[in-house]
């Protein structure tokens, strides 16, 4: 019989299927993934403990440790049967055995069993509810109980048996900062805050108020609720002067959680460091039309700009690939020809695109749009740069340069230093087929700016073009009379 087929026995098999296996050449002490005993698969899974007496009458390790060092006793924890914890702590296995992370027994019971009763089992027998594990991961069971269990009851006998409700994990959050950033019941929220939980600490690490943080990253807004209930501050700032708004609209993307904070009271209005509001930062990063939605339906202003200058539109074509963005914002009444304060206008934004080299940001269906809307190509921005050149100096797509001048983008005029959409190419960007794409439209390779460079001369400072075939092409095409 093959290990694999004896561990699935073990997980679900009746005394009388595991006997039957065994007699078939089962090995009763392999190892599966892990290190993994079959002991410890049915210690996990299975609720009998004749079978388990099975596996041990035939020779089972009860001692054996698998490659974590977790012992038989921390299988059994997450086990929904307390008849198996029990039965192992009768054998005499110990409570308070640690895994090679310093985790014991309780800790596992605590993160992923929903099941009370083997936690109370574990503390009749002496587990130690405030033992830390070591690291940077470093946790307790109350710390694990909070961020992954939603059974409350949980959380509610480790509290009973004394486990520190002000305890913080190696990143320094305490068991409320957990639940509220990842657990989905709010009931767990309501337990801690009831036995002392401090609502107003924030994280060591980042200095983050719990409500942000919640709304950063938990998908259930009644956990935003629970919180603003208590008197959690809807508008107080952490990170970068970031509200719990703009981190909804930001990071967790979930419009019900930033309706539950816009009805809270949320200021739409409030700005970062920056001078971004939520909306600003929802139309940069979400690809969720409603969230823009519940923000304009609060009020957000879609034509503030923050210390650049640029808007809500302007931050959606730059950054969003989500063309929906885009008309939910022009529907609302974007402007459509405004400028920041370098004079780029909202086609230069989107012809740039987002410096970050991956697909966010460089999305051609959004400039088609806006170029059917009768922007104008050829507008220049406060250094006399145009669409074309942004696209050429940034944008590594040459679909984008191609869809410029094809809507009439002038390929050989230059800013006001003489620079040239095929110099900016040349010089600045990765792509071979940004500068193939202008050279193929007609791009002059002799033009010269005010210093007297060509576009070849400035690719040789380019590693990503120098020593290309396009880069010959260009030199070539420089020194043609």
Known sequence: MSDELFFEICEKGSPSE?????????NVNASGERGMKPLMSAAKKNGSVESLKVLLDSGADIHALDRGRNSVLSYAAVNSSPAVVRFFLGLGLDPNSRNREGKTPI????????NPEPVRELIKAGADVNAASSGLGSTTALLEAAANNKNPD??????????DVKVRNGLRLTPLMCAAMS???????????????????KDWFRGQPILANAAASNPNPAVLTALIKAGADVNEKGIGGATALMNAAQINR?????????????????????GATALMRASRYTREPEVINVLLEAGA????????????????VRYNVDGGLLETLLEAGAD?????LDGLTVLMHAAAGSPEPNEEGRNPRILKVLLSLGIDVNARDGNERTALMHAARENWRASVIAELIKSGAEVNTGDKNGWTALMFAAYENPSPFVLEQLLNSGADAKAENREGKKAADLAAKNEKIRGT????RLKEASQQD
């Open 18 to 26: 595991i006997e039957a296996a065994l007699k078939a050449g089962a």
């Open 107 to 114: 800790m596992w019971a605590a993160a992923e069993n929903t």
């Open 154 to 163: 949980v959380t509610k006998v480790l509290l009973k048996a004394g486990a």
């Open 183 to 201: 657990n989905s019941n709010p009931a767990v929220v309501e337990v801690l805050l009831e036995a002392g939980a401090d609502l107003n600490e």
């Open 254 to 274: 979930n419009p019900a959680v930033a309706k539950v904070l816009a009805d809270a009271g949320a200021d739409v209005h409030a700005v970062d460091e920056k």
């Open 301 to 316: 202003d879609i034509h503030a700009v923050d210390k650049n200058g640029l808007t809500a539109l302007m931050y959606a």
């Open 336 to 340: 459509l020809h405004g400028r920041d």
């Open 469 to 472: 075939e396009i880069y010959e």
